[in-house]
């Protein structure tokens, strides 16, 4: 961590953070990777492959219109290098301090990530949907000295910063799009044009930052309380590039591509920085799009795509019509993760386009990915069918080589196969900490593991494996009457409801069970589905206590930028029925 600027954690937590960081049987000490810096790992690719394809980005100029841009390895790594030159030249930079950025998905972004990795330096990259309370709360608790920020958000960006006297420096970068207002910020393109930096310079290695430096900063997306900033290092963005890499057997040369916002770790971790370990490719996408999908991955040979179940639910209602498996004959299968994806979504979408879903589990604080089912290329369809479809949650799979996982009851305990209980982890992927939150801490290592906050179980597989399986958050848990229910038990019930396009559990508070089942849904175009029939369909397939007692109908569900659905915000819907009693 930034020790300037951080609280000292007392010697029996940070020996539980270390705890935490070690795997059973192999020490973090031990790396997985050589060399263990992203740094030195990019700078070897750029030298191995400087003329094969890194990246292509498509994006938006200024009248809308979309544009596409190919770099090269040795042309990244060249723009990256004089980036990295005006950070530790003209600002002064130096190894262990952080840089905020606020951008979307965009090739500049990216070089300037992996140009702040090339000095040590930290990267905290902002959502730029968040409010503006909490972006204020990320810049004045990060003690970053710098700020980027692309021209588009430049007049906010002053706004927010304004008074902050750690930031030091404040730069935009250009986004395709003229005529904002940079108030008063230097340009970054400015400094590059004018940047002092021979031929030679341009091929040197990256200044030496170790594998335990700190790299990158994500604050989480909670609804309530203040943001988290969870602390990753060189080593844990390689640690869990190399479980990737092995994972879904990603050899140089095959292409990835990114629909994912980039300010999170599924879109940085799993499409770029994976691609730039093992020498592959990534096609950068600066929005999702339900149209261009399929003929993106079809145009650019796209081999795996990450995304989340929101955009699974969005390809099944806007891209069956006309696909044909044979339009996309290298995309080997999607991984999907980030949220929680119900039996029926994940059997639909697989039973209509035919490409295999790599279901998946992982958290900002393990790097990104700590488990994945095995990739059907290596398993039979009928046991990537039974591990999705018939144990009452689609199974998140088997852990990673860079980590251990396990249930444990609140006393720290391993549960014993089917026992609910909480997931936790440890090993080489796991966060070094919550950036100056010793609370956060305390509770979030309390055993000398990670501690997820999750609900889940395990169950063996023929070969003895653990296959885990996530059943909900403690955070979203319903407890009616001191009975605990799953909302994502409940959710696969409602999701086969004849005419809904899906639905979701919420607990809502009641006086006579402290809190109540209710159900919010989404109807499909055209259907007459009622209140009543969403009811008497839960009524045959749970429990009385289970079942929801009341159906709320929308048009959208609140989701995060990464698409996870934000359950609790819906619970003043149900407001209403807070003294209701209910049969």
Not at 221 to 234: D, E, N, R
Not at 319 to 325: K, L, P, V, W
Request: net charge neutral; glycine share 8%.
């Amino acid at each position: 961590m930034n020790a300037a600027n951080e609280e000292t954690l007392p010697p029996d937590l940070l020996r539980k953070i270390a705890q935490a960081r070690d795997m059973q049987a192999r020490p973090h000490a031990r790396r997985f990777t050589n060399p263990d810096t992203f740094a030195a790992a990019f700078y070897g690719q750029s030298q191995a492959r400087p003329d094969q394809t890194f990246m292509i980005y498509y994006g938006e100029d200024g009248k809308k219109q979309e544009l596409r841009r190919e770099h090269t390895y040795g042309a990244f790594y060249t723009e990256v290098r004089r980036i990295a030159w005006v950070l530790g030249t003209r600002l002064g930079l130096r190894r262990g301090e952080r840089i905020v950025t606020a951008m979307h998905n965009h090739d500049r972004t990216i070089q300037i990530a992996f140009a702040a990795w090339h000095l040590g330096l930290t990267v905290v990259p902002l959502n730029m949907g968040e409010d503006d309370k909490r972006l204020r709360y990320v810049l004045e608790h990060s003690h970053a000295r710098a700020l980027v920020a692309l021209d588009d958000y430049a007049p906010r960006m002053a706004k927010l910063s304004a008074g902050i006297a750690a930031l030091e420096h404040r730069y935009t970068v250009f986004a395709d799009v003229d005529g904002f207002d940079r108030a008063g910020f230097k340009r970054l393109e400015d400094e590059l044009a004018a940047a002092k930096i021979s031929a030679a310079d341009l091929g040197t290695k990256p200044e030496e930052p170790r594998g335990d430096d700190e790299a990158l900063i994500v604050y989480t997306s909670g609804t309530t309380g203040a943001p988290k900033g969870v602390v990753l290092t060189q080593y844990n963005l390689l640690a869990d590039a190399h479980s990737i890499t092995d994972w879904h057997d990603l050899t140089p040369g095959k292409r990835m591509m990114c629909v994912l916002p980039i300010h999170h770790v599924n879109g940085l971790i799993v499409t770029h920085v994976t691609p730039a370990f093992y020498g592959g490719s990534v096609v950068l996408n600066r929005k999702f799009s339900t149209s261009q999908f399929f003929s993106r991955i079809a145009q650019e040979q796209v081999h795996v795509v990450s995304v989340v179940p929101t955009l699974l639910q969005f390809l099944w209602e806007g891209a069956r019509e006309g696909f044909r498996r044979e339009k996309v004959p290298t995309l080997s299968h999607i991984i999907c993760g980030a949220g929680p994806l119900t039996v029926d979504l994940g059997t639909r979408f697989e039973d209509a386009f035919d490409v295999p879903v790599c279901h998946g589990y992982g958290l900002s604080e393990t790097t990104c990915y700590s488990c994945f089912l095995p990739i059907p290329s290596r398993t039979k369809p009928e046991t990537h069918r039974g591990w999705m479809r018939d144990h009452g949650y689609p199974s998140i799979g088997i852990p990673v080589a860079t980590n251990d996982m396990e249930i444990q009851d609140d006393a720290g305990q391993a549960l014993p196969a089917g026992q609910k209980g909480e997931i936790v982890i440890r090993g080489h992927n796991v966060t070094t900490g919550y950036a100056n939150n010793r609370a956060a801490n305390e509770n979030a290592f309390t055993h000398g593991w990670f501690r997820s906050g999750d609900e889940g179980f395990w169950m063996p597989g023929a070969d003895g494996r653990p296959h885990f399986f996530i059943s909900g958050r403690f955070k979203e848990l319903i407890i009616r009457g001191g009975v605990k229910i799953s909302p994502l038990e409940v959710d696969e019930v409602i999701n086969t409801v004849p005419g809904l396009k899906a639905g979701m559990a919420v607990g809502f508070e009641n006086t006579v069970f402290g809190e109540e089942v209710g159900c919010y849904a989404v109807k499909l175009p055209g259907s007459n589905v009622s209140a009543e029939d969403v009811l008497q369909h839960c009524r045959t397939k749970l429990a009385p206590h289970a079942a929801p007692k009341v159906v709320v109908f929308g048009e959208t569900f609140p989701v995060t930028s990464t698409g996870k659905y934000q359950r609790n915000q819906l619970k003043p819907l149900f407001a209403a029925w807070k003294e209701a009693q209910f049969k």
